[in-house]
């Protein structure tokens, strides 16, 4: 029989405290959560969490962080060469990421934490305009100022309401829409 590595016990150990956390977030804030009920239903020792982690917001912040990592990481993965092509594709992966991937503990934190939600536009806006530069025309910064401001907003908005409706819509949907609405904005219904 295979032994695990310390690598893998740590991953395993982590993916237990993080489900328990995930779990408890969705019950109360993470100021209101205690190590021994964490520890307790991830069935991990007090020591093991501690080896880890100094408390739970400490757990909370090593959580988020590794977040936005994995998300820096996925929006690098796209070159303002292949958005020109669509942005479906990037939008989908950032659906699909969340899906899979922040459980309720980003709900909570883009509901209670402003920190949080701020984070996640930052790199979202940093993504616009430091790397896909050249990918939207702006006539002036002013201009550019604006325009970014309403294309990260509505962006993360969209997020924010799906992620707190439950996600009940597929990434797939939740793609076009977005793409849709970045592309060609809100059309009217007849005569204005």
């Given at each position: 029989m295979e032994r695990a590595t310390p690598d893998r016990r740590i991953r395993r150990t982590k993916a237990q405290l993080y489900a328990a956390l995930n779990q408890l977030l969705a019950e109360k804030p993470p100021e209101e959560i205690t190590?021994?009920?964490?520890?307790?239903?991830?069935?991990?020792?007090?020591?093991?969490?501690y080896s880890h982690y100094k408390d739970v917001p400490d757990m909370v912040e090593q959580m988020e962080a590794e977040l936005f990592a994995e998300?820096?990481?996925?929006?690098?993965?796209?070159?303002?060469?292949?958005?020109?092509q669509g942005l479906g594709p990037?939008?989908?992966?950032?659906?699909?990421?969340?899906?899979?991937?922040?459980?309720?503990v980003p709900v909570h934190a883009l509901k209670a934490d402003p920190a949080f939600l701020a984070r996640?536009?930052?790199?979202?806006?940093?993504?616009?305009?430091?790397?896909?530069?050249?990918?939207?025309?702006?006539?002036?910064?002013e201009q550019r100022e604006f325009y970014?401001?309403?294309?990260v907003g509505g962006v993360v908005g969209?997020?924010?309401?799906?992620?707190?409706?439950?996600?009940?819509?597929?990434?797939?949907?939740?793609?076009?829409?977005?793409?849709?609405?970045?592309?060609?904005?809100?059309?009217?219904?007849?005569?204005?």
């Open positions: 190590v021994t009920e964490l520890t307790r239903l991830a069935d991990v020792s007090r020591g093991t969490f998300f820096a990481q996925l929006m690098d993965a796209y070159s303002a060469k292949e958005l020109r990037i939008l989908e992966d950032v659906f699909s990421y969340i899906q899979r991937s922040f459980g309720p996640f536009k930052d790199l979202l806006r940093e993504k616009v305009t430091r790397e896909w530069n050249g990918l939207y025309s702006f006539t002036d910064t970014l401001t309403f294309l969209l997020i924010q309401l799906w992620m707190e409706g439950g996600r009940t819509e597929s990434p797939q949907k939740m793609a076009a829409l977005t793409e849709s609405l970045i592309l060609h904005g809100i059309q009217p219904q007849g005569k204005l």
